[in-house]
């Protein structure tokens, strides 16, 4: 049985940093390209950033790009993202996702899917 579990969520002022984790258990982690992805209020699911099975293929949305980064230890099944100098606009529910592709940056190309946690950015 497929589990993702994410962690680490929770209330945090704007300009600072958090880091979220999803432990995953079920199918070969290492094998999967693993994502981060966020729902916003009112708004669709967007993508966040990726990274490749062996760590080697990163991608992160503009928004992000040099605030926030992913990554994956391989040998604990787990993958991070972590958030820095976060802005009001950040807030959203975070989803780990796994993809049976080698990269996947986009939000139709996962297959598996966590419960989600919630981020609030506020003051």
């Known amino acids: 049985q497929v589990q993702l579990v994410e962690s680490g969520g929770g209330l945090v002022q704007p300009g600072g940093s958090l880091r979220v984790s999803c432990a995953a258990s079920?199918?070969?982690?290492?094998?999967?390209?693993m994502g981060w992805l966020r729902q916003a209020p009112g708004k669709e699911r967007e993508f966040v950033a990726s990274?490749?099975?062996?760590?080697?293929?990163?991608y992160h949305v503009d928004v992000v790009k040099g605030r926030f980064t992913i990554s994956r230890d391989n040998a604990k099944n787990t993958v991070y993202l972590q958030m820095n100098t976060l802005k009001p606009e950040a807030t959203a529910v975070y989803y780990c996702?796994?993809?049976?592709?080698?990269?996947?940056?986009?939000?139709?190309?996962?297959?598996?899917w966590g419960q989600g946690t919630q981020i609030t950015v506020s003051s």
């Open positions: 996702a796994a993809s049976r592709r080698m990269v996947a940056a986009s939000t139709m190309q996962y297959d598996y």
């Open positions: 990274i490749g099975s062996s760590g080697g293929i990163i």
């Open positions: 079920g199918f070969t982690f290492s094998s999967y390209a």
